[in-house]
């Protein structure tokens, strides 16, 4: 156990390092999330949430904690993807496939260095909403509950993607792709009554709704909960499987080396 | 001498391209030994060392490292026992420093941050890496980035050293530095080395024993005495690479 964590712990300290080595990089993400949100409202988008979460006048809230949701979510999707394929051209996967934990374990602390780095944009973003809108969020257990098990599911949907980019190796602009597509199937900008079947499925979906309930003093039914975290952990056993699959092959067929 | 690698009737097959990569390869090594694995480009060298080191699946046959079979159950127990550097700089992290890469690496490897702090001590040394360990990799030269690998490679303090290529590119000081640093580890810490070159010349001055690979298969072994690199050329018809160092 404590070789594990000791060996996340490299992996995130290894990974923040690295990034903010690359400072442009982070500072290109919270230019383009805080404009994308600044488009997002002057467009007047999700106008109707507040209606829909019995809580008028707060649409503005609402479409903040999706928006926030969302881009921690695509956060733990290309701590996997993405991060295997730069991994894949740098030429270190080979060197982490041989590490005495199984691979996904350093990913997860990979992922957690994005949230780490997801959290000052999220709140530069959040300082833009309060200071130049007016438009400030209160998070409370409940949100944070649901955003951690909407991110487990995602890293599952990561999982998924990571394992075709262990064979398929460049699929940066499916990932991109898949990213943008969230934002718009996952009810982050708007609330459709009901969500469709496919949106269901989808962790962010769930997870959103749960959040704006508990911001908007809703009762959260136990069902809910119990769907979110089946949901969560769905994908999280499909992805995790899907990605031990990928990775056999990928050694099966002498892929770990190529890019 | 008790052998530390045992390697039985190795044969892979690559789908795609339908190239038999290896067939039926066996080999032993013995322990604190130096082995100079030859052969040209293409020849089956990094898919034996992949394989070696888990990398790889082969379709049939067996790997066994300090009396335990490489197998699913085993392969991660086993990774504290082999230290890679595979082929060209594409071993370490670039935008950070060289501390940062060895206490990394050696943490991936199950180790604490006090036994690196100590092997960093010990195998710096010998690698002449000291001098390095604030500088970012991205401002170290070939030689310097070849050194920083071997030495990451070794703090988790592996039994077997496995070295793919690592002549490519270096000058000749450079390789003064690594052939005495190959020794010196084999003399003062009892490694065993296994280094995949086709770089003849190199391996004359560095290894025990020479295994020829050709085409997947073993074509010969002999010990590293009185042989020229020409030799070696005229009969396996393996490009010699004469520089004298």
């Known amino acids: 156990m404590f070789k594990y964590l000791n060996i996340v712990i490299a992996e995130i300290r290894r990974s923040l390092k690295e990034s903010f080595s690359y400072k442009m990089g982070l500072v290109s993400d919270i230019v383009v999330l805080t404009l994308l949100y600044a488009g997002l409202i002057f467009m007047d988008t999700g106008s109707m949430l507040g209606e829909y979460y019995n809580n008028p006048g707060n649409s503005k809230t609402l479409l903040l904690l999706g928006y926030i949701f969302w881009s921690y979510s695509i956060a733990a999707i290309s701590g996997v993807s993405s991060e295997i394929s730069i991994e894949a051209v740098k030429g270190t996967l080979e060197q982490k496939f041989m590490a005495v934990i199984p691979y996904p374990f350093l990913i997860a602390g990979n992922i957690i260095s994005s949230l780490l780095l997801s959290s000052i944009v999220a709140a530069v973003i959040i300082a833009f909403s309060n200071l130049i809108i007016g438009v400030s969020i209160t998070v409370n257990g409940k949100v944070i509950l649901s955003l951690l098990m909407t991110l487990v599911g995602m890293y599952g949907m990561g999982l998924i993607l990571g394992g075709l980019s262990l064979i398929a190796k460049r699929i940066n602009q499916l990932t991109l792709l898949i990213q943008i597509l969230l934002l718009f199937v996952t009810d982050t900008l708007s609330k459709t009554s009901p969500s469709s079947a496919i949106s269901c499925i989808i962790p962010l979906t769930v997870g959103n709704d749960i959040a704006r309930k508990s911001v908007s003093n809703i009762v959260i039914s136990y069902n809910e909960w119990l769907m979110l975290i089946l949901v969560s952990m769905l994908w999280f056993v499909v992805g995790s499987a899907i990605f031990g699959m990928s990775s056999r092959y990928a050694r099966k067929n002498g892929l770990l080396g190529t890019y | ?245």
């Open chain 2, 1 to 245: 001498m008790k052998d530390l690698l045992t390697v039985k009737n190795l044969y892979k097959k690559y789908n795609k391209s339908k190239i038999i990569a290896l067939n039926n390869v066996s080999m032993d090594i013995n322990k604190g030994e130096i082995v100079g694995l030859l052969g040209p480009n293409g020849a089956g060298k990094t898919t034996l060392l992949k394989i070696i080191c888990g990398l790889t699946i082969p379709d049939s046959g067996e790997v066994i490292v300090s009396n335990v079979k490489m197998e699913d159950k085993t392969r991660l127990k086993m990774m504290e026992k082999i230290g890679v550097v595979l082929e060209g700089n594409r071993n370490l992290y670039w935008a950070i420093s060289v501390l940062d890469n060895y206490y990394y690496f050696g943490s991936i490897k199950g180790k604490t941050g006090r036994e690196i702090k100590k092997n960093i001590e010990k195998y710096a040394d010998i690698l002449k890496t000291k001098e390095l360990l604030t500088r970012k990799v991205n401002t170290l030269s070939m030689g310097q980035k070849q050194r920083v690998a071997i030495t990451a490679s070794l703090l988790h303090e592996p039994e077997l050293l496995i070295l793919d290529e690592p002549s490519n590119g270096l000058d000749i000081e450079s390789r003064i530095l690594l052939t005495s640093a190959v020794k010196t580890l084999r003399e003062e810490m009892k490694i065993t080395i296994l280094i995949a070159s086709h770089d003849v010349d190199f391996l004359r001055k560095t290894v025990d024993r020479f295994i020829i690979i050709n085409n997947g298969n073993i074509v010969d072994e002999f010990a590293n005495i009185n042989i020229t690199a020409e030799d070696i050329e005229n009969k396996y018809k393996i490009h010699a690479n004469l520089k004298e160092a």
